[in-house]
Nanobody, 123 residues
C-alpha cells in the first residue's frame, strides 16, 4: 500500500509564495508518476503540475507554468514538492498530492491521493 502525506499550504497575500510537500511511503516502487491537483469551491479538480517518478521529466498546467516549480526532493527522494510563487486569488483551492501506477503520462487515472492542503490567497 502507498501512503501520501502532505504538508505546507496556508494563507498568503496576492503576490506571495507558499510551498507544499508530499512524502510518499509504502510500496513506492510501483509508482511511475506523481502530481499535484487542486480543487477550488464549486469547480472540478484540475491538474497543476507533476513529476516523472522513474525519470526526470515534469509537466505543468498553463496556469502554473512560469510561477510554480515541481521537484523531487529529500535524502530518500521520497518527497514531491511544489513551490508556488506570484500567487493570485485564483490559486485559492485545496491542493492534493496524487500518485499513479504503471504510466509516466500525467493524463489519466491516479491511484493514490493525499488528504489535501488548503491554500488561500487573499488580501
Amino acid at each position: 500500500q502507498v501512503q501520501l502525506a502532505e504538508s505546507g499550504g496556508g494563507s498568503v497575500q496576492p503576490g506571495g509564495s507558499l510551498r507544499l510537500s508530499c512524502v510518499i511511503s509504502g510500496f513506492a516502487r510501483e509508482i511511475y508518476y506523481m502530481a499535484w491537483f487542486r480543487q477550488a469551491p464549486g469547480k472540478a479538480r484540475e491538474f497543476v503540475a507533476g513529476h516523472n517518478w522513474i525519470g526526470s521529466g515534469t509537466n505543468y498546467a498553463d496556469s502554473a507554468r512560469g510561477r510554480f516549480t515541481v521537484s523531487r526532493e529529500g535524502a530518500k527522494r521520497d518527497t514531491l514538492a511544489l513551490q508556488m510563487n506570484h500567487l493570485t486569488p485564483e490559486d485559492t483551492a485545496v491542493y492534493f498530492c496524487a500518485a499513479r501506477r504503471g504510466s509516466t503520462d500525467y493524463r489519466g487515472d491516479y491511484h493514490h491521493w493525499g488528504q489535501g492542503a488548503q491554500v488561500t490567497v487573499s488580501s
